[in-house]
């Protein structure tokens, strides 16, 4: 079984900054084997794709996160972080974590198509 457990969320101000962590275990669950995804989802709004990084490193976000928020993982230490700058208040959301290893299929973006998730992050960012 996979576990994904979120961290590191919290209240800031606009303007701020926070750094979500997401730990991954499983007896036999390695990294490298998945590309992992952070989406967000605020109160009745559907749930969004925010970034993804690929098995190879490659990363993708959406519009309006790019040159805010930053995907990096760590294989060696099965964690996947988000750096998130420049926050605003329509940044407040729970954040959660995804991992898919399906390479093929559906795009990144596709919540559907991530075989597991964590639990989430709420992020609340204040005017």
């Known amino acids: 079984q996979v576990q994904l457990v979120e961290s590191g969320g919290g209240l800031v101000q606009a303007g701020g900054s926070l750094r979500l962590s997401c730990a991954a275990s499983?007896?036999?669950?390695?990294?490298?084997?998945?590309?992992m995804a952070w989406f967000r989802q605020a109160p009745g709004k559907e749930r969004e794709f925010v970034a993804c990084?690929?098995?190879?490193?490659?990363?993708y976000y959406t519009d309006s996160m790019k040159g805010r928020f930053t995907i990096s993982r760590d294989n060696a230490k099965n964690t996947v972080s988000l750096q998130m700058n420049s926050l605003k208040p329509e940044d407040t959301a729970v954040y959660h974590c995804?991992?898919?290893?399906?390479?093929?299929?559906?795009?990144?973006?596709?919540?559907?198509?991530?075989?597991?998730w964590g639990q989430g992050t709420q992020v609340t960012v204040s005017s």
């Open positions: 990084i690929t098995w190879s490193g490659g990363t």
């Open positions: 995804a991992a898919r290893s399906v390479r093929s299929g559906p795009g990144l973006h596709v919540p559907s198509s991530y075989d597991y």
């Open positions: 499983g007896r036999t669950f390695s990294l490298s084997n998945y590309a």
